[in-house]
């Protein structure tokens, strides 16, 4: 499987998906036939998850190729990712508690064997063992197959959410705080409370063809305890006034700045912010490469654009004294970095999709769901 860094062959994927792949999705979609043939899903998170296409855009592609009820199945998958993130938005302190027990669970298992194991894929778990190997070596994992890894992760291997998340992240070319925090905790049951996932022999045989032998898991498991319940916070997400000849920062997640909702501005200067070190979870190499490079497609098409525009390393926010603008980060390793170093000078824009869309993240999915042909009907 191959990942390009660059919005040109995101494009072509997206093409080719809606092309020839879209109308079997829904039929499809669950299967995970391996990794030399993954044309039943889009393979676009990478690219979406760093803002290299946006969301809407692709909605856009599917309902220039098929009616909204023959692409209904795939415009929801696309929309669960928007939802997670506001989800999360609306209540941070999931992303901050995660931190802080990773932290703790971190130390406690540092020399666990079972741990180690599982992340060098040497459990007894062939096809587990195997899907180490194939998040290690391709930085993407299939949507059904990360259910079930989660799933075998903490109910056969026994081992905390916390650990698999950050090693999820560790190697994910589209690691995302929200639909991997987010994504785990309801595998382990403490997302919906009571409510886990858990993966079985005959669900792992039938949605990859047989391709394991003798699995074994956990199949009894109680979901996992949480006695931690999250409020609401209140936040109205709306954007400042947009004064021309300011600075704009754009960070990981928002690398299309040529089609998003502030392209008319003339900003002074466009700064594309690189975080290589400044990060709780410390990112594998490859997925380092990857993010660098997505950034330096977008400074190449924003130079012919003629754009005034220059990378810059995280930690030099910090001598940045003026009023800026940025393109607003999302619950993460970023927004830690503005906060905990409290820059303050920092306004932050919000994309309209997610100003729209967020006031719908209050309760769960089959709620937001019902609001996806408004979501539509008002960005189309
Ligand atoms: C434990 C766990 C961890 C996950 N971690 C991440 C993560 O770090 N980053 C990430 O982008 N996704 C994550 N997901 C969601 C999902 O697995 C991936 O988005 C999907 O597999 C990406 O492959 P695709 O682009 O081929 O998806 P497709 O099936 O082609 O779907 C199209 C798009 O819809 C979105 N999407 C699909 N399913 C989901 C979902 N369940 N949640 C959110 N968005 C979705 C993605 O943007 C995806 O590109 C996780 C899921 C689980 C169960």
């Known amino acids: 499987?191959?990942?390009?860094?660059?919005?040109?062959?995101?494009?072509?994927?997206?093409?080719?998906?809606?092309?020839?792949?879209?109308?079997?999705?829904?039929k499809l979609r669950n299967f995970d036939f391996g990794t030399?043939?993954?044309?039943?899903?889009?393979?676009?998170?990478?690219?979406?998850?760093?803002?290299?296409?946006?969301?809407?855009?692709?909605?856009?592609?599917?309902?220039?190729?098929?009616?909204?009820?023959?692409?209904?199945?795939?415009?929801?998958?696309?929309?669960?990712r928007v939802y997670w993130k506001g989800w999360l938005e609306l209540r941070p302190n999931v992303w901050s508690d995660y931190l802080i027990d990773l932290d703790k669970?971190?130390?406690?298992?540092?020399?666990?064997?079972?741990?180690?194991?599982a992340i060098e894929g040497k459990t007894n778990v062939d096809c587990f063992n195997q899907w180490v190997i194939e998040?290690?070596?391709?930085?993407?994992?299939?949507?059904?197959?990360?259910?079930?890894?989660?799933?075998?992760?903490?109910?056969?291997?026994?081992?905390?959410w916390q650990l698999g998340a950050e090693f999820f992240m560790q190697h994910l070319y589209d690691g995302d705080?929200?639909?991997n925090t987010l994504g785990w905790r309801w595998v382990a049951g403490v997302q919906t409370q009571g409510k886990h996932y858990l993966a079985s022999e005959w669900n792992i045989n039938k949605f990859t063809n047989n391709r394991f032998k003798n699995i074994k898991l956990n199949e009894n498991a109680p979901p996992v305890f949480s006695?931690?319940?999250?409020?609401?916070?209140?936040?109205?997400?709306?954007?400042?006034?947009?004064?021309?000849?300011?600075?704009?920062?754009?960070?990981?997640?928002?690398?299309t700045f040529e089609f998003s909702d502030f392209k008319e501005h003339n900003f002074k200067k466009i700064l594309l912010v690189s975080n290589e070190t400044n990060r709780t979870i410390k990112l594998s190499e490859k997925v380092l490469r990857f993010k660098a490079n997505l950034l330096k497609d977008q400074k190449?098409?924003?130079?012919?654009?003629?754009?005034?525009?220059?990378?810059i390393n995280i930690n030099d926010l910090k001598n940045i004294t003026e009023e800026v603008y940025a393109l607003?980060?999302?619950?993460?390793?970023?927004?830690?970095?503005?906060?905990?170093?409290?820059?303050?000078?920092?306004?932050?824009?919000?994309?309209?999709?997610?100003?729209?869309?967020?006031?719908?993240?209050?309760?769960?999915?089959?709620?937001?769901k019902n609001y996806i042909p408004k979501i539509i009907a008002c960005f189309n």
């Not at 109205?236 to 600075?247: R, S």
């Open 328 to 368: 607003y980060p999302t619950v993460g390793e970023n927004v830690d970095f503005i906060q905990n170093n409290k820059l303050q000078n920092i306004k932050f824009l919000y994309r309209k999709l997610d100003q729209f869309s967020w006031q719908y993240c209050n309760k769960g999915f089959f709620n937001f």
């Open 1 to 26: 499987m191959v990942f390009e860094a660059s919005r040109a062959k995101a494009i072509d994927k997206l093409n080719d998906f809606t092309e020839q792949n879209l109308t079997d999705y829904s």
């Open 177 to 179: 705080p929200a639909s």
């Open 36 to 80: 030399s043939n993954r044309s039943n899903v889009s393979c676009l998170s990478p690219y979406i998850t760093h803002g290299v296409i946006s969301e809407l855009e692709v909605i856009d592609k599917s309902l220039k190729r098929f009616s909204f009820s023959k692409s209904e199945k795939f415009i929801q998958e696309v929309l669960w």
């Open 300 to 311: 190449i098409r924003l130079e012919e654009k003629s754009i005034n525009c220059e990378t």
């Open 135 to 160: 998040l290690k070596e391709n930085n993407y994992l299939h949507n059904h197959t990360r259910m079930w890894f989660a799933s075998i992760w903490i109910f056969t291997l026994e081992l905390p």
């Open 227 to 255: 006695d931690k319940n999250y409020s609401i916070s209140k936040k109205n997400f709306l954007n400042f006034e947009i004064l021309e000849d300011k600075t704009l920062l754009i960070f990981e997640n928002n690398l």
């Open 105 to 117: 669970i971190k130390s406690e298992f540092k020399n666990n064997q079972n741990y180690l194991n």
